[in-house]
């Protein structure tokens, strides 16, 4: 029901699509289409990393009802833990930092005063000239380098279709119905 970003921890809620029977008889019940899920995902995101982590931690019934889930973990359609759907590396970002950088080294190398042909030493104000670009250089190169090193952003569309991995047991509520008539 609703997108997953990695730039932010949250929760996010999803709808169950299809009913889920007992796997024994196929007969019960278990939870009916349109249940929702409730759970959270993190934004501790490695460079290089794909996929997000899902923890459902509540389902609600169509009735109101709702059962305490703990944290199960949500799998794409092939059961591989987490789900991947767009990733942004912030490449332009990146690489446009990292040129911005450079041009920022070589406009300090600039500001530095040149030793004249005749030997003089350089002036109070190159020398001043120097110290404030050298400064200027360093500060704005410790913001630019901060750019450079982000981690990529996970994104999740709505409409996404994953599972959940059952990892524990638990009680279902003792109102739940047949398929068939039979006892």
Do not use: C
């Amino acid at each position: 029901m609703t997108g997953i970003n990695s730039d932010l921890t949250g929760q996010t809620q999803a709808l169950v699509r299809q009913s889920v029977y007992d796997t024994m008889t196929g007969r019960y019940l278990l939870i009916p289409q349109g249940s929702r899920l409730i759970g959270e995902y993190d934004s501790r995101i490695a460079w290089g990393q794909k996929r997000v982590l899902l923890a459902w931690k509540r389902l609600i019934f169509p009735d109101g009802r709702s059962l305490d889930l703990g944290t199960m973990p949500g799998t794409d359609l092939a059961a591989v833990a987490g789900v991947r759907d767009k990733v942004n590396n912030h490449f332009i970002r990146t690489f446009g930092s990292a040129l911005l950088l450079s041009a920022i080294t070589a406009g300090v190398q600039l500001s530095q005063p040149q030793e004249s042909a005749d030997g003089r030493a350089p002036s109070a104000t190159q020398i001043a000239s120097a110290a404030l670009g050298q400064e200027i250089g360093r500060v704005t190169a410790e913001i630019t380098r901060r750019n450079i090193d982000i981690q990529p952003t996970l994104e999740i569309r709505p409409g996404y279709l994953f599972n959940v991995e059952v990892t524990s047991d638990f009680i279902l509520p003792s109102t739940l119905s047949r398929t068939s008539s039979e006892d």
